[in-house]
């Protein structure tokens, strides 16, 4: 069955009004929604990406420049993702449609490219 | 595992461990720390799994993250000491105790966090104490209780009281600044309690009624909050019974004994098609007798002192009720005496209303009417709609339908709950149909 990611965006600021109610509430949908995929094996994996900037490396003529980064000002950064999988693009975005993430951020749905020979 | 979670308490047990520690000046940087520890474990857990001990977990984060916080106020005062005016007074020794909690810098201090041995409840009973300070404006010590010792959030303050977010959000922060200003301690001595346990009583009642009264709003929110003032109220019953004069106790057992009698009917008191049924229409059988039992325990322990406060009577009428099988066995001529001492104590429009409802109990409607008629002058009682469906109720007993229709369309226009203007169109209907009723 394909593979697809979700990418989980947020801009860092989506949690402001949250109460402590919220917070457990998204938690526990959260658990709900993994529970669900990992029962009907649809669930492959997912990472925390770690807050704050990474590197960013870009071979520039003849040396690769290494910058910190991305910056989070002001836009939605990659905060983590999840791999599941899906007969089609229109079951996928049906998964992530029940993603709680979608509270706080948005989600980019793409397709891992398997060619076959 | 994850169906145990109480974010609610935890948030509540980090600000209130936070705030023993690091003093309360620093209490909107120990709320913080408490908030980003749930921000951490709703984008972790989610990816790593709740984990075994969710508590322990979210307050070791907290922790790190107060350390985080005051380090970072620490450099922008030695950057730029005119910062330090804005800051709460952050000294090197604030410093010190926020490495302490971290505990990699001091053995020793790392060692007494481990076997932290004052118990949660107590620093849940010095919050409270904290955040009904007699300094606090009344409405600002509700706010900040719900906020800091039941860990509601501010959109959740403001539904519950039909305020606005940011007047919520404005009265916590100026709270805040008056408990700095006035530099109060953590630590609850006899004397705090005895001068600020009335402030505390009066919160509890408050919250109690304010989620009991079902105004317009989210029913859910509501019975929190009930349940919340009982949690409460049992909380300073046990945890704060070592601080307690005689009479102290009495009157914290009272409340308890009112709080509980009454929340025994929350579950009879709305019907089908959500109608809000009144006392006399309720199965008694729904009534939660576990709750009546507790209740009348604590109505006996209150008898302990020698003073009567308002909790002791509204007790005492609420029991009055309780322990009546049926509606026919109420023993109305106690209760409307109830009601004259209690309008002694507290002469409000709405006890005097209760009391002549009682009157027309005991000497029949007519009685009832004119003591009604003799109240409704008072421009607060106007505008509350249990007057007006009150002298309806009466007048319907007189048979007098043509009054008893004007009183449920006066009472209509006032506000109400849902449930509540259900029952008034009921009974509207019911004053408007020209055949007398059989019986």
Not at chain 2, 39 to 66: D, E, F, M, Y
Not at chain 2, 98 to 118: C, F, K, V
Not at chain 2, 172 to 189: C, M, N, P, S
Not at chain 2, 385 to 396: K, Q, R, V
């Amino acid at each position: 069955m394909p593979k697809y990611t979700l990418m989980l965006r947020e801009d860092g600021t989506a949690f402001a009004g949250l109460s402590p109610a919220d917070f457990q509430a998204i938690i526990q949908r959260y658990g709900a929604w993994r529970d669900e995929l990992q029962r009907a094996g649809r669930f492959a994996g997912g990472h925390k990406l770690r807050d704050g900037a990474g590197r960013v490396m870009r071979r520039n003529s003849s040396k690769v420049v290494v910058t910190d980064g991305p910056f989070t000002e002001g836009k939605e950064v990659i905060g983590g993702l999840f791999v599941i999988e899906a007969a089609s693009y229109d079951e996928a975005v049906k998964i992530a449609n029940d993603c709680p993430h979608l509270d706080y951020g948005s989600i980019e749905v793409r397709e891992v490219e398997v060619t076959r020979p | 595992m994850i169906d145990d979670l109480n974010f609610q308490h935890d948030f509540a047990h980090i600000v209130a461990t936070l705030t023993r520690i690091l003093g309360p000046r620093h209490l909107s940087l120990a709320e913080e720390a408490a908030q980003d520890a749930l921000v951490k474990a709703l984008q972790l857990w989610p990816h790593q799994g709740t984990p075994a001990n969710a508590s322990a977990w979210l307050i070791q984060v907290a922790k790190n993250r107060a350390l985080d916080l005051l380090r970072r106020q620490q450099r922008l005062i030695e950057l730029e000491p005119s910062t330090g005016d804005r800051l709460p007074a952050m000294q090197p020794e604030a410093v010190a105790t926020a490495a302490m909690i971290a505990g990699p810098g001091d053995p020793s201090a790392a060692a007494r966090l481990r076997n932290e041995t004052t118990p949660p409840d107590d620093d849940q009973l010095a919050m409270m104490f904290l955040a009904c300070h007699p300094i606090l404006p009344r409405e600002a010590r509700v706010a900040l209780t719900l906020k800091i010792v039941c860990g509601f959030g501010v959109g959740e303050i403001a539904h519950a009281f039909l305020a606005r977010d940011d007047a919520i959000a404005q009265r916590l922060v100026r709270a805040k600044r008056q408990l700095r200003d006035a530099d109060v301690g953590f630590e609850l001595t006899s004397a705090d309690y005895a001068e600020r346990l009335d402030s505390v009583l009066d919160v509890l009642y408050l919250l109690f009624n304010e989620g009991y009264a079902a105004h317009a709003g989210d029913r859910l929110v509501r019975s929190d909050l009930c349940r919340e003032a009982i949690r409460l109220g049992d909380l300073l019953a046990e945890a704060g019974a070592r601080f307690c004069t005689v009479n102290g106790a009495a009157a914290v057992h009272a409340l308890l004994a009112l709080m509980h009698l009454q929340a025994a009917r929350l579950p009879a008191r709305v019907g089908d098609d959500d109608v809000l049924l009144r006392l006399a229409d309720q199965d008694r059988s729904l009534w939660d007798a576990s709750s009546i039992a507790r209740g009348l325990q604590h109505l006996d322990a209150a008898a302990s002192g020698d003073t009567l406060t308002v909790y002791h009577v509204e007790a005492g009428i609420a029991a009055c009720h309780a322990v009546a099988a049926r509606y026919e066995d109420t023993d109305w001529p106690r209760i409307a005496e109830l009601y004259d001492s209690l309008l002694a104590m507290k002469p409000t429009p709405v006890v005097a209303l209760n009391r002549a409802i009682a009157i027309s109990r005991v000497h029949g409607p007519r009685a009832g009417l004119a003591a009604v008629d003799a109240i409704a002058g008072d421009p607060v009682l106007a505008r509350y709609y249990l007057l007006h469906a009150t002298l309806g109720e009466l007048a319907l007993e007189t048979d007098d339908r043509e009054r008893a229709a004007d009183g449920f369309r006066a009472a209509l226009a006032c506000e109400c709950s849902e449930p509540e203007r259900r029952f008034l169109e009921k009974r509207l209907r019911d004053a408007c149909r020209t055949e007398s009723r059989p019986g």
